[in-house]
């Protein structure tokens, strides 16, 4: 991968100076007054992994579908600082505040190009967009939109929330690269509308969006249209995920066989048992049970690991005994190996791994999406009509 040039982001994680101590305190109140919340936590909503039931909840509202972007979630935050110039900030959902430094962001008024929009709060991700020449490219997508100038949003509907944020913020935007474009390689990322589809085009997203994505995808959203913005956990967003995504961190503890020695090592002198480092071990998954003593862990399941894997695993010449894994169920129910997860370190609690198990038992997959695609349609539909003939009475 070739580093992004001129001024943009180079870390997707870290996209800013990171704020700390009384201005990191004030910001949070700033955001927190702006909505009217007396909580200064992150403000952003949160959504529900998709079980069964939602499938019947598709049909009862109107919901809208987008690709879930592998990403990182930032609500972006417009505003002037004390010298009245404009800045601007990406929350993340540990509620940290970076300043993008690159002063070259500049969101337009519509009558006026100079002039910038304030106490404005919109949600979305920060994806690499992977270039046909191979290089990375840093993107906004955005999804919604709370507040525009200190106008509050949430109240609206999702489609007027979007409409709002585009004819207000997003076409000026564009029309200004349309008339300056040189000023595209100085920005610090691009902004764009995360396109979203009906509820029922399921085989729109996975037949042509999907596909077409220019960066990692890890499974669909559905947000409902009719209800407000809130904050924190929302039941009306659902996060549907493919099976295999569905994965548990455990603490993976091996234990070797002991094994006798044979003829051939008896003549070298060996004599006594000893432990047989090169065959597979046996391997157990154990989860963290929150206490610190002799019940700190539970075993929860057995890790296959087949005689390539392991080969492939010694030859790595790290300490493997105790490390944290991610796992996932094969086709089998069998627990996998998938990757160490050396950036945390604890395992899954064992209430985590109960709702992982939950969603896993009670996965709805992409042809359960296809098949339920006809009857959300014909429910939608139905409601329009009723909706237009209720508008004719009138």
Known sequence: MEHPSGGQVVSIAEPGVKASGPLLYSMRKEVADLLGRHQTGFP????VSFARQHLEELQKQDYYVCEKSDGIRYLLYSTADEEGLEAHYLIDRKNDYWFITNRNLHFPLENNTQAFHTETL???ELVWDSLPNGKKEPRF?????LVMDSHKLMDRTLDKRLAYFKERLYTPYKKLFKEYPDELQFQP???????????????MM???????????????????????????????????????????????????????PDDHERKEGITEPFVDYDSVPKAELLMFNGDSGPDK????????????????????NDPLNDRIVECNQDAEGRWRLLRFRDD???????????????????QVS????YKAAGPIRDSWKARQARSDSERRVR
Not at 44 to 47: I, W
Not at 366 to 369: G, I, P, S, T
Request: net charge negative; aromatic share 12%.
């Open 189 to 203: 990322f691009f902004v764009e509308m995360k396109p979203f589809q009906l509820g029922y085009g399921i085989e």
């Open 366 to 369: 992409e042809k359960d999406l």
């Open 44 to 47: 952003g909503a949160q959504p």
């Open 297 to 316: 862990y539970e075993v929860f399941s057995d890790l296959v690991i087949t005689e390539e894997e392991w080969e492939v695993l010694k030859g790595l």
């Open 141 to 145: 997508l955005v999804f919604d939109c």
């Open 122 to 124: 919109v949600d979305g």
């Open 344 to 362: 945390k370190s604890e395992a899954n609690h064992k209430s985590t791994v109960a709702s992982v198990l939950e969603s896993i038992n009670d």
């Open 206 to 260: 996975f037949k042509q969006v999907l596909p077409s994505l220019k960066h990692g995808n890890d499974g669909l959203i559905f947000t409902c249209r009719n209800t407000p913005y809130k904050h924190g956990t929302d039941a009306h967003i659902l996060k549907w995920k493919p099976p295999e995504e569905n994965t548990v961190d455990f603490r993976m503890r091996l234990t070797f066989p002991l094994v006798e």
